[in-house]
């Protein structure tokens, strides 16, 4: 077979096995979410980060894994949930899972998600190594919100584990209208607290901020603004995780037209520390996120 042709096939498969992962996240998410109403006690572990895990963040890991790991052309999984990465195949995309994010808002019945990102290469990967990301919002409505081919669309998911295409090439709108940052504000730097000021100031945003980064992110992908989870005094690097938060969301609001930062640079381009580095997040409107970096330099 001549070279091209392998790379015409390896293409095929990879993207048959990006559509199986899309396909997984929108007929599991059901699912999760009526394993929800048991599972809002702590499960006995923390998980790698040092955080209480959930019973139902360690039900919905443990679901994903399964379907995911068994996908044709998955060659490894991975979650918040889980020290190592599993190796579950020969398949050369790799997917990295936050399967439940926010879940400390299930206890008071909040948003929460779960984010996927799928990458080509071994875990951990690198942000530019990413062919599809996405997340499921688990709110009065279920959606889906996927990035792949260049383009962002939106799903309602159905109880019956289909899912509908309700909005194609979702992009930021250019006025930015809500604001939403992580964090305790005595802890964060100097800097950001100026920045924060300031967007406070402009009398055309809102406050919208719910604890859940999925939710919050979601916010700004349908109104514009910024959302941001930032350096902290007692944390440098931040609280969110690179593999499975940073880079995923930094696909998705890029692609949708949008900028994201870790402080200095697109979260894209963060290096790959570990499979449970942080980063700091700052994502949101162009012009917005370029603010941010100017008043943190
Ligand atoms: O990563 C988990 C997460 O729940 C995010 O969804 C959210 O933005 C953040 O942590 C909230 O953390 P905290 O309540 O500690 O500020």
């Known amino acids: 077979m001549a070279t091209t042709d392998v790379n015409t096939a390896d293409t095929a498969r990879a993207v048959r096995t990006i559509d199986g992962v899309v396909d997984i996240i929108a007929s599991t998410a059901p699912e999760i979410r009526t394993g929800l109403p048991g599972r809002r006690v702590t499960a006995e572990d923390e998980n790698p980060s040092g955080e209480t895990q959930m019973a139902a963040d360690v039900f919905a890991d443990d679901l994903l894994c399964e379907r995911i790991g068994a996908l044709d052309g998955v060659g490894e999984y991975a979650s918040e949930e889980r020290p190592e990465s599993v190796d579950v195949g020969t398949g050369r995309l790799s997917v990295a899972v936050d399967p439940l994010d926010g879940s400390s808002n299930l206890k008071p019945n909040n948003t929460m998600g779960t984010i996927f990102a799928v990458y080509?290469?071994?875990?951990?990967?690198?942000?530019?190594?990413?062919?599809?990301?996405?997340?499921?919002?688990?709110?009065?409505?279920?959606?889906?919100i996927v990035a792949r081919n260049g383009t962002v669309d939106e799903y309602v998911l159905h109880d019956d584990a289909s899912h509908e295409l309700v909005r194609e090439d979702v992009?930021?709108?250019?006025?930015?209208?809500?604001?939403?940052?992580?964090?305790?504000?005595?802890?964060?730097?100097?800097?950001?607290?100026?920045?924060?000021?300031?967007?406070?100031?402009?009398?055309?945003?809102?406050?919208?901020?719910?604890?859940?980064?999925?939710?919050?992110?979601?916010?700004?992908?349908?109104?514009?603004?910024?959302?941001?989870?930032?350096?902290?005094?007692?944390?440098?690097?931040?609280?969110?995780?690179?593999?499975?938060?940073?880079?995923?969301?930094?696909?998705?609001?890029?692609?949708?037209?949008?900028?994201?930062?870790?402080?200095?640079?697109?979260?894209?381009?963060?290096?790959?520390?570990?499979?449970?580095?942080?980063?700091?997040?700052?994502?949101?409107?162009?012009?917005?996120?370029?603010?941010?970096?100017?008043?943190?330099?």
Do not use: C
């Not at 080509?120 to 889906?144: K, Q």
């Open 171 to 297: 992009s930021l709108p250019d006025e930015g209208s809500v604001y939403g940052f992580g964090g305790r504000v005595p802890d964060w730097t100097d800097d950001f607290e100026a920045f924060a000021r300031e967007v406070e100031q402009d009398a055309s945003r809102k406050l919208r901020y719910g604890g859940s980064m999925i939710g919050d992110v979601n916010q700004i992908l349908t109104y514009g603004g910024i959302f941001a989870y930032p350096t902290l005094e007692s944390a440098p690097e931040g609280k969110l995780r690179v593999q499975f938060e940073g880079y995923p969301i930094g696909y998705v609001i890029e692609t949708a037209g949008g900028a994201t930062s870790d402080g200095t640079k697109s979260l894209l381009d963060v290096d790959k520390d570990g499979l449970h580095a942080r980063t700091p997040m700052y994502v949101g409107n162009t012009e917005l996120v370029a603010k941010l970096e100017a008043a943190l330099d």
């Open 120 to 144: 080509d290469g071994p875990l951990p990967a690198h942000g530019r190594d990413l062919v599809a990301a996405g997340y499921v919002l688990y709110g009065p409505v279920m959606t889906m």
